[in-house]
């Protein structure tokens, strides 16, 4: 099937300092991204959706500013966390949908902490 | 809004017994359901999908039956091994056609088999 890779899978970075996540589809091209968040025990909630070489479309509730999405090519979308705080610490998963079929395919996530 | 109500876990159970990890949804319009599964350190995987109402989805053992009149969709096995053991979440999409798309997630039930 589809893979989707996510890096770092783990990274720790210190109050107001940005850090950035990188999502790969590697044996297909992706026309859609999606961002999610997981929160212990919690559901994966949809931050953004990008599509290639367009601005995201954030869901209510979710800062643009701070949660800075790009989709520079087909295979890569880059989620960078500005100015980190404490309560961003948490889970981020990305998934890729190709043209055809469309089923989302999900990466293993990244555990961002904010110290 | 959407929505989705997964039962809380976790689920504990011996190989060979049945499982029944029940699913009920929120939804204005006809929406795609889905149960995916997350593996120990992996990403999401698509498990099953119904696109309709009485449609079944099946796979892996695994099933579920879109039950637009009682709004459910529960993920049922006759007889589960130990290697079942994983997160199960349940989702819907808003857009009928079973392209998906947006996706709304369950908050996940964790199943643990044990020999």
């Known amino acids: 099937g589809a893979v989707v890779s996510q890096h770092p899978s783990r990274v720790i970075c210190k109050s107001g300092t940005s850090v950035k996540i990188e999502c790969r589809s590697l044996d297909f091209q992706a026309t859609t991204m999606f961002w999610y968040r997981q929160f212990p025990k919690q559901s994966l909630m949809l931050m953004a959706t990008?599509?290639?070489?367009?601005?995201?479309?954030?869901e209510q509730g979710v800062e643009k500013d701070k949660f800075l999405i790009n989709h520079a090519s087909l295979t890569l979308s880059t989620l960078t966390v500005t100015s980190a705080h404490p309560e961003d610490s948490s889970f981020y998963i990305c998934?890729?949908?190709?043209?055809?079929?469309?089923?989302?395919?999900f990466g293993p996530g990244t555990r961002l902490t904010v110290t | 809004g959407d929505s989705v109500t997964q039962m809380e876990g976790p689920v504990t159970l011996s190989e060979e017994a049945f499982l029944t990890i029940n699913c009920t949804y929120t939804?204005?319009?006809?929406?795609?359901l889905f149960w995916y599964v997350q593996y120990p350190g992996e990403g999401l995987q698509l498990l099953l999908k119904a696109t309709k109402a009485d449609d079944k989805g099946s796979n892996k053992g695994f099933e579920a039956t879109y039950r637009k009149e009682t709004t459910s969709f529960h993920l049922e096995k006759g007889s589960v091994q130990v290697s079942d053991s994983a997160v199960y979440f349940c989702?819907?999409?808003?857009?009928?056609?079973?392209?998906?798309?947006?996706?709304?997630f369950g908050q996940g039930t964790t199943l643990q088999v044990k020999p």
């Open positions: 990008s599509n290639e070489g367009s601005k995201a479309t954030y």
């Open positions: 939804a204005t319009g006809y929406p795609s």
């Open positions: 989702a819907l999409s808003d857009n009928a056609s079973g392209n998906t798309g947006k996706l709304i």
């Open positions: 998934s890729a949908r190709a043209s055809s079929p469309y089923e989302q395919y």
